[in-house]
């Protein structure tokens, strides 16, 4: 499994890079309690993380500036139908709204997060994935990549978000859109998104080839590989 390299990634900070990584190697965060296999019906905190009240901006370094006349969305790979979006079209389908928590690996969850843009479902029904499709590939501005089962996408609250609490998304947030997929950490939820690849075999993204793991599901503490 290798990071796709189709955007040279040389403005990434090295040091923010390496201490990442050396904490997913040494294993920082991870709580000594067992694994749950389920989330408990009362729990909305996961293990190991805070909660916090505002909205810290974690990336590579790299901001790109991406104006929504020039942004543009590519879903391919492994779909019956694959689009490109430019701004018009993609403000042009329904419009799908969802509010839900948001957990980051570094430990910091914040809840109630209102999101408005295209529903997962919504785009999964447009480019019809073939039935080999099993994971598909984010691809952003920055250059960065994120990995994920296809049936992860597949669910009622992950979305391509273009607005947070009523607000266009900013720049530093990921805007003009970014993927939000709840129920995972939050590296998952690629910001400045361009592309969707829809692949068969699972390819490791960004931090998933740095020591994240390739899955990284909050409630049973899949932080690190
Ligand atoms: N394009 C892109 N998306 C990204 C990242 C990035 O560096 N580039 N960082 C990820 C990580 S590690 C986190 S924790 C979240 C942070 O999102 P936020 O800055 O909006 O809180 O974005 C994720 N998506
Ligand atoms: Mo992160």
């Given at each position: 499994?290798?990071?796709?390299?189709?955007?040279?990634?040389?403005?990434?900070r090295?040091?923010?890079?390496?201490?990442?990584?050396r904490?997913?190697?040494?294993?920082?965060l991870l709580t000594?309690?067992?694994v749950?296999?389920h989330?408990?019906?009362?729990?909305?905190?996961?293990?190991?993380?805070?909660?916090?009240?505002?909205?810290?901006?974690?990336?590579?370094?790299?901001?790109?500036?991406?104006?929504?006349?020039?942004?543009?969305?590519q879903?391919?790979?492994?779909?019956?139908?694959p689009?490109?979006?430019?701004?018009a079209?993609?403000?042009g389908?329904?419009?799908?709204?969802?509010v839900?928590?948001?957990?980051?690996?570094?430990?910091w969850?914040r809840?109630?997060?209102?999101?408005?843009?295209?529903?997962?479902?919504?785009?999964?029904?447009?480019?019809?994935?073939?039935?080999?499709?099993?994971?598909?590939?984010?691809?952003?501005?920055?250059?960065?990549?994120?990995?994920l089962?296809?049936?992860?996408?597949?669910?009622?609250?992950?979305?391509?978000?273009?607005?947070?609490?009523?607000?266009?998304?900013?720049?530093v947030?990921?805007?003009?859109?970014r993927?939000?997929?709840?129920?995972?950490?939050?590296?998952?939820?690629?910001?400045?998104?361009n592309?969707?690849?829809?692949i068969?075999?699972?390819?490791?993204?960004?931090?998933?080839?740095?020591g994240y793991?390739?899955?990284?599901?909050?409630?049973t503490?899949?932080?690190y590989?």
């Open positions: 499994m290798s990071e796709s390299d189709d955007t040279p990634l040389d403005a990434v090295p040091k923010l890079v390496e201490t990442k990584q904490w997913a190697a040494e294993g920082r000594d309690k067992p749950k296999p989330r408990l019906p009362d729990q909305r905190l996961p293990p190991g993380q805070h909660l916090v009240q505002d909205w810290p901006v974690l990336d590579l370094g790299v901001q790109p500036d991406v104006p929504p006349e020039r942004w543009r969305l879903i391919d790979g492994l779909v019956d139908r689009i490109a979006l430019d701004w079209a993609f403000k389908q329904p419009r799908f709204h969802d839900s928590d948001m957990h980051c690996v570094t430990s969850s809840y109630d997060n209102a999101w408005e843009g295209v529903g997962a479902k919504h785009l999964l029904a447009l480019v019809q994935p073939k039935p080999e499709a099993r994971f598909i590939v984010f691809h952003s501005y920055d250059g960065y990549t994120t990995n089962p296809l049936a992860e996408f597949d669910r009622d609250d992950a979305l391509l978000a273009d607005s947070w609490q009523g607000e266009p998304l900013t720049r947030h990921g805007g003009p859109v993927a939000i997929v709840p129920q995972l950490y939050l590296w998952k939820s690629a910001k400045w998104i592309r969707i690849e829809f068969a075999a699972d390819r490791s993204g960004f931090w998933e080839v740095r793991h390739d899955h990284g599901d909050p409630w503490e899949e932080r590989s």
